[in-house]
């Protein structure tokens, strides 16, 4: 009789398991092979008894190029003409990074506007009453 629990690895709803192993297990799940989006790990464990416990473990792949939106947000409520962009850059491979297109340019955020024209406005103030304290003295 066996005396530790065998370990089956299933992807998605697939009836054959991609892995039988027996515990403890290190497992190197290739996730190259997957489409990117929603997948589950169900991990189906059998003790030498013949007892058995499942484990589900959602997960998302992202394998594929990168893809930034700005100037839409996902269940946005939206009016008339929208400007939209939209980058898409490859990460290359775990050995090679891509830096070329990884950057995606984004707008000025319009607090910075704010700010810029609060302190023009304080210099200014300043430039125009800092003279006159000076004839003042």
């Not at 009789?1 to 065998?6: A, R």
């Not at 100037?71 to 491979?93: L, S, T």
């Not at 319009?110 to 000076?134: D, H, K, N, Q, R």
Request: contains cysteine; hydrophobic residues 45%; aromatic residues 10%.
């Amino acid at each position: 009789m066996k005396d530790k629990s065998t370990i089956y690895i299933f992807i998605d709803e697939d009836v054959k398991p991609i892995a039988i192993l027996e515990s403890p297990v290190n497992f190197e799940l290739d996730t190259t092979r997957l489409v990117d989006g929603q997948h589950t790990l169900k991990i189906v464990s059998r003790d030498p008894s013949g007892k058995e416990g499942i484990r589900l473990v959602p997960f998302e792949v992202r394998n594929g190029p990168a893809i930034s939106i700005e100037g839409i947000a996902e269940n946005a409520v939206v009016d008339g003409i929208v400007p939209v962009m939209i980058n898409a850059y490859g990460k290359g491979d775990q050995r090679n990074f891509l830096i070329i297109g990884s950057e995606t340019p984004q707008s000025i955020p319009f607090w910075v506007f704010v700010l810029l024209i609060a302190f023009v406005g304080w210099a200014i103030y300043y430039c125009v009453t800092s003279p006159l304290e000076l004839l003042n003295k």
